[in-house]
């Protein structure tokens, strides 16, 4: 079972951002409404995630490093509207089979926390009500992995931006962030437009129209960059689908249309757009790294895409 366990980590594990994603969907499917993150080599010797969520019962604690054990499906028709962001029960057995993962963790109604050592063993802990995720020395095990890691500061920028895309979704939540033992970002809570500026920048959001607009099925909101404001070549694009960022052809493709007038090569505009659609009309089950969507109708949400974008960009020019 550990060797199945690090075959799909392989999936799961790509890279110490991928191990980082994975522990904060967790703490935000746990309900918390502070995340810190602490960061060292890159993510590579350390990803400490505290959280003040709704932490793990001690009973489940064991339980939750291994495969399959999730407590966010039970029937098969939970699969079909999935509402929270993990629901394959394999992320921490994964991780936890290719590096030293241990976890203190306190339920509200816990007496005290209780920490989950990398070789299982169970002990009593300090600790509020929330959890701490540790994770050390991603792939000590499989040096062969290790070999495809790159740099700190390379690796370190992969991490970042997959704490952006989170922040992006959930500007309810504050966010702390430290590398190296250093504190290098605070995000305190804020409504979407103040998270964007903490995140992406004011002279971004200047540079945007802001998009809302949506029919009985389908809803875009968010920010896209007016054609004149752009000033690098590949602007950022963040685009979620249901608060799950993504990177989908389709979506894309319909962006690049709407602007295609208004732009000549190959420059990309930048946008952070959030679509929401009936659960029930996207498979988000595609790939175990959960970036990519398939629509039942894709045909349909590009054309949405596409004349949402072109009615901000017309009242732009005007
Ligand atoms: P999944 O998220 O797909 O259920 P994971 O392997 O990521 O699977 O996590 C296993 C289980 O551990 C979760 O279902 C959840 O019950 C629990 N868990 C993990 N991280 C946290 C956290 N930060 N707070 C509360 N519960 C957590
Ligand atoms: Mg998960």
């Known amino acids: 079972d550990h060797l199945i366990s690090q075959i799909a980590a392989g999936e799961v594990v790509e890279r110490p951002s991928s191990v980082l994603k994975e522990l904060l969907e967790n703490a935000i499917d746990a309900g918390s409404t502070r995340i810190r993150i602490d960061l060292e080599e890159g993510g590579m010797r350390l990803i400490r995630i505290t959280d003040n969520g709704c932490g793990i019962d001690q009973s489940q604690l064991g339980l939750a490093l291994t495969r399959h054990a999730t407590s966010k499906i039970t029937t098969l028709d939970d699969l079909e509207r999935v509402a929270t962001m993990g629901f394959r029960g394999e992320a921490l057995a994964a991780i936890a089979s290719v590096s030293r993962l241990s976890l203190v963790s306190c339920t509200r109604t816990a007496e005290h926390a209780w920490r989950i050592s990398a070789d299982g063993e169970l002990t009593p802990d300090a600790l509020p009500a929330g959890t701490v995720v540790e994770m050390r020395d991603l792939y000590f095990n499989t040096p ?11 690796e370190h920028a992969h991490c970042l931006e997959a704490i952006r895309r989170q922040a992006l979704a959930h500007p309810e939540i504050s966010f702390t962030i430290s590398r ?10 804020d409504d979407a437009e103040g998270r964007l500026r903490q995140v992406l920048s004011d002279a971004f959001l200047k540079a945007c129209r802001t998009v809302d607009l949506g029919n009985d099925l389908l809803q875009l909101r968010g920010w896209a960059m007016i054609p004149t404001a752009i000033l690098s070549d590949r602007e950022a694009q ?67 895409i596409y004349h949402a974008l072109k009615q901000v960009l017309a009242a732009s020019t005007e």
């Open 144 to 154: 062969a992995r290790r070999k495809f890691l790159k740099s700190p500061p390379t």
């Open 180 to 189: 190296d033992g250093k504190e290098s970002h605070h995000w305190p809570a």
């Open 238 to 304: 963040h685009t979620f689908v249901n608060g799950r960022y993504v990177r989908d052809k389709v979506i894309q493709h319909a962006i690049r249309e709407a602007y295609r007038d208004q732009l000549h090569g190959s420059r990309q505009p930048g946008c952070c757009l959030f679509l929401t659609i009936d659960p029930a009309l996207v498979d988000v089950n595609v790939h175990p790294a959960k970036t990519e969507v398939r629509f039942r109708d894709s045909r349909a949400v590009h054309q949405f």
